[in-house]
């Protein structure tokens, strides 16, 4: 059963610091695209970032450059999310995807291409 579970999101004060982490199952995702979505309320998903483990391929959205840091354990199967320097706009719940397709010229952006999707972990931020 090809199966995502994301862990490590939690309640952060401004300034801190979480990493997320994303288990793969049922597949082995060095092959394909992992990403990051997030989603606020009354927003729509965004993509903040995305590797291609096999070639080491990274991509960030342009607000979480610097702060955030996508890598992939490929002995464990299992996708990360650095996310230092947490502000209040972070907020929101993060959830992992693969998608065969590659994550090259801005695919890696577009929920759609996503077939495999987590159920998500919560990232709030506030004083």
């Known amino acids: 059963q090809v199966q995502l579970v994301e862990s490590g999101g939690g309640s952060v004060q401004p300034g801190g610091s979480l990493r997320l982490a994303c288990a793969a199952s049922?597949?082995?995702?060095?092959?394909?695209?992992m990403a990051w979505f997030r989603q606020a309320p009354g927003k729509e998903r965004e993509g903040v970032a995305a590797i291609f483990p096999a070639g080491r391929n990274t991509y960030y959205a342009d607000s979480v450059k610097g702060r955030f840091s996508i890598s992939h354990d490929n002995g464990k199967n299992t996708l990360y999310l650095q996310i230092d320097t947490l502000k209040p706009e972070d907020t929101a719940r993060y959830f992992c995807a693969a998608t065969s397709r590659g994550c090259g010229f801005g695919y890696w952006r577009s929920p759609d291409l996503f077939s495999t999707w987590g159920q998500g972990t919560q990232v709030t931020v506030s004083s």
């Open positions: 049922g597949f082995s995702s060095v092959h394909f695209c």
